[in-house]
């Protein structure tokens, strides 16, 4: 079965956002004040070949945790759909 997954990686809330306090920071002098606390992350998409849906959340999880995302700095979620 083919399966899509769209993952969003975010960094920890409890960690310093140095472009979402740039971006934040930017939105004020754009008289856009009414917007704060911007974290920014990263947002992506797989295509997996797997026998079924607990094979393909095996794979992503695998990828996320060995190279997609910083578990150290970052969190990640996902959504799997069968295509």
């Known amino acids: 079965m083919k399966f899509t997954a769209e993952i969003d990686i ?3 809330k409890a960690l310093l956002d ?3 306090k740039a971006v934040t920071s930017s939105l004020k002098n ?3 004040s009414e917007i704060d606390n911007v ?3 990263k947002h992506i ?5 797997a026998a079924d849906e607990s094979a393909a959340e095996l ?3 695998q990828a ?3 190279i997609l995302a910083n578990h ?3 969190s990640y979620t996902y959504s799997l759909e069968a295509v």
């Open 72 to 74: 150290l700095m970052e």
């Open 45 to 49: 998409t797989l295509d997996i070949d």
């Open 10 to 12: 975010m960094p920890l």
């Open 59 to 61: 794979k992503v999880e």
């Open 18 to 20: 140095p472009q979402g």
């Open 39 to 41: 974290r920014i992350g």
């Open 30 to 32: 754009l008289d856009l």
């Open 64 to 66: 996320c945790k060995k």
